[in-house]
């Protein structure tokens, strides 16, 4: 270094400005302490007339290698950035001198660095370029530190884009730091457009300052917190926290979004479902009071009659706690949609459970009423069989038993065609059906018919199942038995369903019996009169449940909103146009309409009730179809409600694909 020096003070005492020139050795002297590189280069002479020696740890190279070899620089400069410096050093001789430019090079060990470097264009007397004059400075740390931070910014962008929800960054002024693609894409706006921005600059006045005050929450208590918000029909699940420095100082707020519009909607569904259910408990909740009335009278007089209330309360009680707990956990917010679809398919089967002991109960009172009618029709006793066949393989996919199921006749492949009650016939070997499957663990069950003497006909359903002891072959008949309470309990059921079987057996002008030894099994006839029925061209069995009545109109009368409701959801896959009356004197009204294609009509309606609305209707319009949808069903109210002019009857509960193929028979 000091060899340099002096090297350089000789050439310059030579020279007339001696002075100067001192003080230039002077100001070399003190450069020669830094840490930057700096150099004199001689346009004229295209060699350096100076360079310091940190140029040896900054390059590798030595001031004297860069004096006898100027153009050891074009070795330093690496590919990357040479270009770069061939277009400065053209501009610099010509003139134009930058403040400062940037380069990549390449240590004499191979070893790659970035300097940044400052030039000085010194001209003569006659305004030309002479010398240039410049300081080196090594920057690589710097680089090295802004590339680390230009890549964990791309990490962090990438990260961010990758997430479906709106997530963003915001400063304790409100401005947008960063947001997310996901974020840009609800606004309809670019990433670019939104940075610096404010909740003011993309969201009405009221939404910003909603959001204003959240902010201005986190920024104060230092704590995260959730928002839920409904914003343009969707519905969004915010969680928000601060941004905290070392200091402990909140330097703004971070945010990340979901969209819940989904789960809201299911959530919707669910309170509506809710409802429902709970209607259907306030009434199942009334029985069950009154069948523990009846218990607490029963007990005083009849001890037979105080087994079955016991029973029937437990029957009704275990499908109600279902519903009841399930009905509850649907307001948690801790489970899945998945696991809230499984609660919904607990309630339905419970549901169903509870309506066909219903069912028993209303069976019984219209037995001992002498309400049940027999309704004969023309059929096949075959595609009896296979309907039943049908609905037994649908019982075993709830629960599976080794068991083989078979049909027989005695027919050798002929149709046998009868005039008799097909509903109540299906009714009595259907529940035969159910014991047979209940007390049967593994082995067979059969289900068959044969001719009977004096003119009858027998149905006969045989398992191989526990059989029942000889003492209780008539008991198990009578109202409310079972065989033993300890069956009761261990395989359910009211012990209606024998006892009703036979008050329709014997309405059906026959009876019913059973053969049965323990542990090898039973066998429960139907005998019914055979009176020989017309064969006839059948009607296809296999219809579609597609229906499409885009060009129909039906009115509703229904002044109840969750069953106006279920009908609509009922109806929506048709297609069908609907209109509402809420009121029978509305109904009236809205059937003069001659769009209208059929009405719906409930019986039990404010000001004018349906039957007699329907009465009006009829004599307005004879050709428009009405049909009637009630609670009430007992036979004598579906009389009621055809001799009103009602040319179809619904029961609620309402079954679904009863409910669209009795519609579709008169679209």
């Known amino acids: 270094m000091k060899k340099n020096t002096t090297r350089l003070l000789k050439k310059l005492s030579g020279n007339k400005y001696n002075r100067k020139n001192q003080l230039k050795y002077k100001v070399y002297s003190i450069l020669e302490q830094v840490k930057f590189v700096i150099y004199q280069y001689s346009i004229k002479s295209r060699s350096y007339r100076y360079i310091s020696p940190q140029a040896y740890s900054l390059f590798g190279y030595s001031p004297e290698e860069f004096v006898t070899n100027p153009l050891l620089v074009r070795k330093l400069i690496h590919p990357d950035s040479f270009g770069y410096f061939k277009e400065h050093w053209k501009k610099l001789l010509h003139g134009e001198v930058p403040d400062f430019y940037e380069l990549k090079v390449v240590h004499k060990n191979n070893g790659i660095r970035w300097v940044q470097q400052r030039n000085l264009l010194i001209r003569n007397s006659k305004g030309e370029p002479e010398i240039i004059e410049g300081v080196v400075t090594d920057i690589t740390e ?5 590339e680390a931070l230009r890549q964990s910014e791309l990490q962090k962008r990438s990260f961010l884009n990758t997430l479906p929800h709106l997530a963003w960054l915001k400063d304790v ?3 947008y730091i960063e947001v997310n693609e996901s974020f840009a894409r609800r606004r309809k706006l670019s990433v670019k457009e939104i940075i610096g921005k404010t909740d003011y600059d993309i969201y009405s006045r009221r939404d910003a300052e909603k959001y204003r005050k959240e902010d201005a929450w986190i920024i104060e208590s230092k704590e ?3 928002f839920e918000e409904k914003s343009n029909n969707e519905w969004f699940e915010t969680f928000k926290a601060p941004i905290i420095n070392e200091n402990n100082e909140v330097t703004g707020v971070t945010g990340i979004s979901l969209d819940i519009t989904k789960r809201k909607q299911i959530d919707e569904e669910l309170k509506l479902y809710s ?13 069950n009071d009154e069948l523990i009335r009846a218990k607490e009278r029963a007990e005083e007089s009849d001890r037979l009659k105080s087994s079955f209330l016991a029973n029937m309360s437990h029957e009704i009680r275990t499908p109600m706690n279902a ?22 398919s607990i309630i339905n089967s419970k549901s169903r459970q509870l309506m066909q002991i219903i069912e028993d109960i209303i069976d019984i009172s219209k037995i001992e009423a002498g309400q049940i009618k027999i309704t004969s029709i023309n059929f096949s006793v075959n595609d009896l069989i296979e309907d039943l066949e049908i609905s037994y393989n649908t019982l075993q996919t709830h629960e599976k038993k080794p068991i083989r199921f078979i049909k ?14 097909k509903l109540r016939i299906e009714q009595i070997l259907t529940n035969f059906l159910s014991n047979a499957y209940k007390f049967t663990d593994e082995g067979e069950i059969e289900l068959g018919y044969e001719m009977g003497r004096n003119n009858t006909l027998v149905f006969y359903v045989r398992d191989t199942g526990i059989g029942i002891e000889k003492d209780k072959h008539k008991i198990i008949f009578e109202h409310f038995r079972q065989v033993s309470v300890s069956q009761s309990r261990i395989y359910g059921g009211t012990g209606l369903g024998l006892s009703i079987s036979r008050g329709l057996a014997e309405k059906l002008g026959g009876s019913i019996w059973v053969e049965s030894e323990i542990n090898k099994g039973s066998t429960f006839y139907l005998k019914i009169p055979y009176i020989k029925g017309e064969k006839t061209e059948k009607a296809a069995r296999h219809v579609t449940e597609v229906y499409n009545w885009g060009d129909k109109t039906i009115l509703i009368a229904e002044d109840e909103d969750a069953n106006y409701e279920f009908f609509k959801l009922l109806l929506s ?7 509402r009356a809420t009121n029978g004197n509305e109904a009236v009204e809205k059937s003069k309409n001659k769009h209208v294609d059929l009405v719906l009509m409930d019986v039990k309606l404010p000001e004018l009730d349906g039957l007699e609305a329907t009465r009006i209707i009829k004599k307005n319009r004879k050709e428009l179809p009405v049909i009637a949808q009630t609670a009430y069903a007992m036979s004598s109210d579906e009389q009621e409600c055809l001799k009103a002019g009602c040319d179809g009857y619904l029961a609620k509960p309402i079954d679904t694909r009863s409910f669209l193929s009795l519609i579709s028979q008169f679209m």
């Open 142 to 146: 710097r680089k090295l530190a802004e």
């Open 173 to 175: 002024n409100g401005y």
């Open 224 to 226: 995260a917190c959730f």
């Open 275 to 287: 409802k429902k259910l709970s209607d259907q408990n306030e009434i199942l909740r009334i029985i």
């Open 323 to 344: 519903i009841l707990g399930f009905s509850e956990l649907l307001k948690s917010k801790k489970f899945t949609d998945e696991r809230k679809e499984n609660f919904i």
């Open 408 to 421: 027989k006749t005695d027919r050798k492949g002929e149709e046998l065609w009868i005039n008799s009650d």
């Open 573 to 579: 896959a048709t297609k069908v146009k609907i209109i």
